[in-house]
């Protein structure tokens, strides 16, 4: 199975403040890499697909990029509604379809 | 609009079965494979398996199986869970998702869970 590692797995900023979570994985993924965005108590809600493209809805301060192994999320210019946990996710050797830990972006 | 509807929260005993159901609307039903993924309390989020409800072919995560059985009933659009032997690590909440279509297996609409708590 291939192994995700995201970092990190908690992190404190400020509105406004730009924010860069990573996820590597154990094994080239080309860029099957996607990014879920979940606040408590409510589903998981897609953000990113194939490490780049935004899904439709999602505000523009969200991007992706990557490939292979290395990956990131960036948010520009934090809201308040930002503020959640984020997880990438492997569907490039599946099954299973393997999410990484989480990172939990809290207020400073 | 894309709906996923889950049904509500179960109390089950240990060794107990559990079957979730997820009702679709919006879009053909049979066009997007449905994906299960649990999550415990504080944790993070689990894959347990797909299910092409065309075909009704399934594939279960290796550590799911021979737990874990994926149907569905495609007159009511209607996509099924159904975890057996459960035992008190099977708390949490438990989505139904759908496979996108875009190309990178994404999870693009979610059910919005069901709890399924195992206490005795």
């Known amino acids: 199975d291939i192994q995700m590692t995201q970092s990190p797995s908690s992190l404190s900023a400020s509105v406004g403040d730009r924010v860069t979570i990573t996820c590597r994985t154990s094994?080239?993924?080309?860029?099957?890499l996607n990014w879920y965005q979940e606040k408590p108590g409510k589903a998981p809600k897609l953000l990113i697909y194939?490490?780049?493209n935004l899904q439709s809805g999602v505000p523009s301060r969200f991007s992706g990029s990557g490939s292979g192994t290395d990956f990131t999320l960036t948010i520009t210019s934090l809201e308040p509604e930002d503020f959640a946990t984020y997880y990438c996710?492997?569907?490039?050797?599946?099954?299973?379809?393997?999410f990484g830990q989480g990172t939990k972006l809290e207020i400073k | 609009q894309v709906q996923l509807v889950q049904s509500g929260a179960e109390v089950k005993k240990p060794g107990a079965s559990v079957k979730v159901s997820c009702k679709a609307s919006?879009?053909?039903?049979?066009?997007?494979?449905i994906n299960w993924v649990r999550q415990a309390t504080g944790q993070g989020l689990e894959w347990m398996g797909w299910?092409?409800?065309?075909?009704?072919?399934?594939g279960y995560a290796q550590k799911f199986q021979g737990r874990v059985t994926m149907t569905r009933n495609t007159s009511i659009s209607t996509a099924y869970m159904e975890l057996s032997s459960l035992r008190s690590e099977d708390t949490a909440v438990y989505y139904c998702?759908?496979?996108?279509?875009?190309?990178?297996?994404?999870?693009?609409?979610w059910g919005q869970g069901t709890l399924v708590t195992v206490s005795s």
């Open positions: 194939g490490a780049s």
């Open positions: 299910m092409n409800p065309n075909s009704g072919n399934t």
């Open positions: 996710q492997q569907t490039y050797s599946t099954p299973p379809n393997t």
């Open positions: 919006g879009y053909i039903f049979s066009s997007f494979d």
């Open positions: 998702t759908r496979r996108g279509n875009r190309g990178y297996g994404e999870f693009d609409n």
């Open positions: 094994q080239s993924i080309n860029n099957f």
